[in-house]
Nanobody, 128 residues
Framework: WVQPVESGGGSVQPGGSLRLTCEVS????????MGWFRQAPGNRREGVAV????????YYADSVKGRFTISQGNAKNIIYLQMNNLKPEDTSMYYC?????????????????????WGQGTQVTVSS
């Protein structure tokens, strides 16, 4: 059992920055991947950035490469999403997720490893 909890969302102007935090309660021993996903109204949930729970590798959606950075805290149960140069199209509900199995994180970002454990989400709004 794990429970991710997100924080750090808010409203920002285009070009601004935000940092999201996810703290995961529970046992991560058998979990391979943690990451961030987003879903705007009327759209499918999509992967944004994921990281191995070991911290070895990261994967990003093409739309955020060079602008967003996922990282892991000193405590392995915390991950961050630093979002720079935000655009209006980044407006969405952002969810933290933890994989339930041992599949590769390259598949996890595409939700190919089955449904993960989700947080409740935090809203990010980018507008002038």
């Amino acid at each position: 059992w794990v429970q991710p909890v997100e924080s750090g969302g808010g409203s920002v102007q285009p070009g601004g920055s935000l940092r999201l935090t996810c703290e995961v309660s529970g046992n991560l021993a058998s979990r391979n991947c943690m990451g961030w996903f987003r879903q705007a109204p009327g759209n499918r949930r999509e992967g944004v950035a994921v990281i191995y729970t070991s911290g070895d590798s990261t994967y990003y959606a093409d739309s955020v490469k060079g602008r967003f950075t996922i990282s892991q805290g000193n405590a392995k149960n915390i991950i961050y999403l630093q979002m720079n140069n935000l655009k209006p199209e980044d407006t969405s509900m952002y969810y933290c997720a933890v994989s339930r199995g041992g599949g590769p994180c390259a598949g996890f970002i595409r939700l190919r490893n089955g449904q993960p454990d989700w947080g409740q989400g935090t809203q990010v709004t980018v507008s002038s």
